[in-house]
Protein backbone atom coordinates (compact mmCIF):
# COMPACT_ATOMS: atom_id res chain seq x y z
CA UNK A 1 0.00 0.00 0.00
CA UNK A 2 2.84 2.94 0.60
CA UNK A 3 4.90 1.21 -2.41
CA UNK A 4 1.42 2.22 -4.74
CA UNK A 5 1.01 5.80 -2.96
CA UNK A 6 3.37 6.79 -5.16
CA UNK A 7 2.61 5.51 -8.16
CA UNK A 8 0.90 7.11 -11.41
CA UNK A 9 -1.92 5.61 -13.02
CA UNK A 10 0.32 3.95 -15.72
CA UNK A 11 2.37 2.60 -12.88
CA UNK A 12 -0.26 1.34 -11.28
CA UNK A 13 -1.60 -0.42 -14.44
CA UNK A 14 1.23 -2.17 -14.84
CA UNK A 15 1.86 -3.65 -11.41
CA UNK A 16 -1.85 -4.83 -11.73
CA UNK A 17 -1.41 -6.59 -14.89
CA UNK A 18 1.46 -7.78 -13.19
CA UNK A 19 -0.36 -9.49 -10.51
CA UNK A 20 -3.04 -10.67 -12.59
CA UNK A 21 -0.75 -12.49 -14.69
CA UNK A 22 1.15 -14.03 -11.87
CA UNK A 23 -2.00 -15.22 -10.00
CA UNK A 24 -3.18 -16.84 -13.21
CA UNK A 25 0.22 -19.01 -13.54
CA UNK A 26 -0.51 -19.88 -10.27
CA UNK A 27 -2.01 -23.06 -8.75
CA UNK A 28 -4.46 -20.71 -5.85
CA UNK A 29 -7.19 -19.52 -8.70
CA UNK A 30 -7.69 -22.76 -10.70
CA UNK A 31 -8.11 -24.68 -7.87
CA UNK A 32 -10.77 -21.85 -6.15
CA UNK A 33 -12.47 -22.26 -9.75
CA UNK A 34 -12.44 -25.74 -9.11
CA UNK A 35 -13.81 -25.69 -5.54
CA UNK A 36 -16.42 -23.67 -6.07
CA UNK A 37 -17.65 -23.61 -9.60
CA UNK A 38 -16.64 -26.87 -10.87
CA UNK A 39 -16.79 -29.58 -8.34
CA UNK A 40 -18.84 -27.22 -6.16
CA UNK A 41 -17.54 -28.95 -2.84
CA UNK A 42 -16.20 -25.65 -1.59
CA UNK A 43 -12.98 -27.37 -0.36
CA UNK A 44 -10.13 -25.73 -1.92
CA UNK A 45 -6.34 -27.08 -1.06
CA UNK A 46 -4.52 -23.55 -1.15
CA UNK A 47 -0.92 -23.78 -1.86
CA UNK A 48 0.70 -22.86 0.67
CA UNK A 49 -1.56 -24.11 3.02
CA UNK A 50 -1.67 -21.24 5.70
CA UNK A 51 -0.73 -17.36 5.69
CA UNK A 52 2.00 -18.73 8.17
CA UNK A 53 3.67 -20.37 4.79
CA UNK A 54 4.25 -17.33 2.99
CA UNK A 55 7.12 -15.31 3.16
CA UNK A 56 8.59 -12.00 1.65
CA UNK A 57 9.99 -13.57 -1.29
CA UNK A 58 6.25 -15.24 -2.51
CA UNK A 59 5.12 -11.92 -1.97
CA UNK A 60 7.78 -10.29 -4.05
CA UNK A 61 7.19 -12.60 -6.70
CA UNK A 62 3.81 -11.42 -7.71
CA UNK A 63 5.31 -7.86 -8.13
CA UNK A 64 8.46 -8.78 -10.43
CA UNK A 65 8.22 -7.77 -13.68
CA UNK A 66 7.46 -9.89 -16.19
CA UNK A 67 10.39 -9.60 -19.05
CA UNK A 68 9.32 -9.31 -22.61
CA UNK A 69 5.55 -9.90 -21.21
CA UNK A 70 5.23 -6.79 -19.33
CA UNK A 71 2.55 -4.35 -20.00
CA UNK A 72 3.67 -1.33 -22.48
CA UNK A 73 1.29 1.37 -22.46
CA UNK A 74 0.21 3.61 -25.42
CA UNK A 75 3.72 6.08 -26.20
CA UNK A 76 6.07 2.93 -25.98
CA UNK A 77 7.18 4.01 -22.77
CA UNK A 78 7.75 1.24 -19.97
CA UNK A 79 5.55 2.51 -16.49
CA UNK A 80 8.05 0.44 -14.09
CA UNK A 81 7.52 0.55 -10.54
CA UNK A 82 11.26 0.51 -9.64
CA UNK A 83 13.43 0.03 -12.41
Same mark, same amino acid.
Given at each position: ????????? +??????????????? /?????????????????? +????????? /???????????????? /?????? /??????????
Amino acid at each position: MTQGSGLNL +AQVLVVDYRLSQHCL /AGHDFFEGVRAVLIDRDN +APTWSPASL /AEIDDALLDGYFAPLG /AEDLVL /AGGDRARKNG
